[in-house]
């Protein structure tokens, strides 16, 4: 698809189809110029369960068919990140642009090679909740235009119980450190929002507790400076309920939250309030959102997504932060 040219159709391929896959199938199906061809997944549940939804979705018979096939624009891909770089590198062999799931990856080195690789052709996006999503379009236009003043903080919860009991069951890998964990799958969009938000980050200090080399962490306290803004993240799986997931964003002439990532409400004398009347399915407006930037992307906008050169950098401030352990405290008497 060459630099300004108008897409009236995009053929896309699917890896991946948990419950993450299943989501974006529906957004794709619902976008009026996206048409899903093929998915694969190596799960013979996860294809049943795609059935069941979709029941007229052509499966492949492996990833490299999706890949190779003629025809299709995009691929997206939605494994765990320790499989994205053997997919995304076989679809940009193919020629074809890639949305992937975030995070990028797990190794920094083969993340590098990643973004180095796809320097150049099709185009590629990563695919970050907060680069879409209306309540961060908002703050980014209110920042941006100096509305909030002066940040001042801004502070991220994420208290997941009951999240990290569900989505660890319906995948099991997400409770494990070698991919998974509530800082790589939460914390991540998070962590892209502070930076376009703010700039480039810088690591101050990190607490993880719980993890080791076979559980994920189940408790983190982070700190962050964007220049001279601090940056708070505090979460855990094993706080009570309900769950608590927001991001506070602290400005001199206002203060607004992003709730669940698809809610923004704006701080007043009686407490919170929405900004604006949110839809009915907030999730799916953040979902069709993401795929008008990446369909902006195809027409030749390179900043419309977020990219896998943001990805790297979102990984390694993440990474710098699992690379911390609290230390062992004794309960002993």
Aim: aromatic fraction near 8%.
């Amino acid at each position: 698809m060459s630099e300004g040219h108008q897409v009236n159709e995009i053929r896309v391929g699917v890896i991946g189809l948990g419950s993450i896959g299943l989501r974006m199938l529906t957004a794709f199906e619902e976008h009026p110029e996206f048409i899903v061809t093929l998915a694969w997944d190596p799960s013979c549940g996860a294809i049943e369960a795609a059935r069941a939804t979709f029941p007229d979705l052509r499966i492949a018979d492996s990833a490299s068919e999706v890949t190779g096939t003629q025809g299709l624009d995009l691929v997206y891909v939605a494994c765990p990140p320790d499989h994205h770089a053997n997919y995304v590198l076989a679809a940009r062999s193919a020629d074809k642009a890639v949305l992937c799931e975030k995070p990028l990856g797990i190794e920094i080195v083969e993340s590098e090679g990643l973004v180095s690789t796809m320097a150049t052709g099709p185009g590629d996006a990563v695919n970050f909740l907060l680069a879409a999503s209306r309540p961060a379009s908002t703050l980014y236009d209110l920042v941006a235009n100096g509305e909030l003043g002066r940040i001042h903080h801004v502070e991220v919860r994420m208290h997941l119980r009951t999240w990290s009991e569900h989505r660890y069951r319906e995948a099991p890998w997400l409770a494990n450190s070698r991919a998974g964990g509530f800082l790589r799958e939460v914390g991540s969009h998070y962590v892209y929002f502070a930076m376009r938000l703010l700039g480039a980050l810088t690591l101050h200090s990190a607490y993880v507790g719980g993890r080791d080399d076979i559980s994920a962490e189940h408790f983190a306290n982070i700190l962050l400076y964007a220049g001279g803004t601090p940056v708070t993240m505090t979460g855990s799986t094993s706080s009570g309920t309900p769950d608590v997931n927001e991001c506070i964003v602290h400005g001199e002439r206002g203060t607004y939250r992003i709730r669940n990532f698809h809610w923004l409400d704006i701080a007043g004398a009686s407490g919170w309030s929405p900004a604006y009347p949110a839809p009915e399915i907030p999730e799916r407006e953040t979902h069709l959102r993401q795929l008008d930037n990446v369909k902006r992307l195809l027409e030749g906008d390179e900043k419309a997504a977020a990219s896998f050169s943001d990805a790297l950098a979102v990984q390694r401030n993440v990474e710098a932060m699992l690379a911390k352990k609290c230390p062992v405290i004794s309960t002993a008497k």
